[in-house]
């Protein structure tokens, strides 16, 4: 049943775009690159954005009737939840930029306001109604647990605005992000199908059908971009898995290339405010080796083949 639900996500997605770039064209919904950004970018002005639609509609559609194919339906709502929750705040962003032309997009205060609000009914769901949810954060291939009690929705919040930032950030060559996240979702996967949480494996197959169906579009050279649409969307599901999965920790090794990109940023800023000295050629640190000489589809390779080591690693230490 899993591969079937699998199968149809990546047979409707890679069916849905060839419908949805042209449609995508005439709206005129297409990449504005930014002046700072590297040159070689400018040629992919224009490409349609907010691709991210694609699939996660397919996923809320097929995740629905997945519904009635599960025994816990509240972790299969939490999982939609996140996934329409913070589609909706990338899509307006997206919609801001691209359509009203305001290249800031949400505020930062509003994108956070929208984040803890989905947040804080997750939380309020999990704790309610999902009794084998542990209030707490496990240290990875240890018995070592911290009970956070009330202090745990501060947790999910941090955990969801952080991982849908960082896949944000990611979401910068063509392939990057999709090929990172396909590989993050079915460490996931395998985790969730040797513990047992099979609400978590049926949703994550669908996912991964989808993504596999958009990377089609979206490989160098990317014809579709997914957009905020797609890209917080995708950080606040694994961030939400993990969660689920009650190995959030873990998600910082399965997640590498998500949480470098991320640091990437913060020790750049952190540097040029203390001493007025970059450390990278430009953030986030795919931009450094594309301004190194590396060419865009090396770049990708290198980071999927660094979250697949990472994702090993990450399965090992989650069923130990």
């Not at 306001?113 to 804080?120: D, P, S």
């Not at 309020?124 to 999902?130: H, L, R």
């Not at 060559?173 to 099979?198: C, H, K, Q, R």
């Not at 000295?277 to 931009?287: A, G, S, V």
Request: charged share 10%; hydrophobic share 60%.
């Amino acid at each position: 049943m899993n591969y079937i639900f699998l199968a149809a996500a990546l047979v409707l997605t890679a069916i849905l775009i060839p419908v949805l770039i042209p449609l995508l064209k005439r709206m005129k919904f297409g990449q504005s690159i930014r002046e700072e950004g590297p040159k070689s970018h400018l040629i992919k002005t224009g490409t349609p954005t907010m691709g991210g639609l694609s699939f996660i509609a397919v996923t809320i559609l097929l995740s629905v009737i997945g519904v009635f194919f599960v025994d816990d339906i509240y972790k299969m709502l939490v999982l939609i939840i996140v996934t329409l929750g913070f589609a909706l705040i990338g899509f307006i962003d997206d919609y801001i930029i691209v359509v009203k032309k305001n290249n800031a997009g949400l505020s930062s205060k509003q994108k956070f306001l929208a984040q803890i609000a989905v947040a804080v009914i997750i939380y309020i769901i999990m704790i309610n109604w999902i009794p084998d949810i542990e209030a707490g954060i496990q240290i990875p291939g240890t018995d070592f647990f911290i009970p956070l009690g009330i202090f745990f929705v501060v947790w999910i919040v941090f955990w969801l605005v952080g991982f849908s930032n960082a896949v944000n950030l990611t979401d910068g060559l063509d392939g990057l992000s999709t090929g990172t996240s396909i590989i993050a979702f079915a460490s996931f996967l395998v985790i969730s199908l040797m513990t047992g949480e099979m609400e978590v494996a049926l949703f994550l197959f669908i996912l991964i059908g989808g993504l596999i169906g958009f990377l089609i579009y979206n490989k160098y050279p990317a014809k579709l971009f997914m957009g905020d649409t797609g890209s917080l969307a995708l950080g606040g599901i694994i961030a939400i898995v993990s969660i689920l999965l009650n190995n959030s920790l873990l998600l910082l090794i399965i997640g590498i290339v998500f949480v470098v990109e991320t640091a990437s940023v913060m020790l750049q800023v952190a540097s040029y405010k203390t001493t007025g000295k970059r450390i990278f050629k430009m953030t986030p640190i795919h931009h450094h080796f594309e301004l190194s000489g590396w060419n865009e589809w090396k770049i990708v390779i290198v980071f999927w083949s660094v979250g697949l080591i990472a994702g090993i690693i990450g399965i090992i230490l989650g069923v130990m």
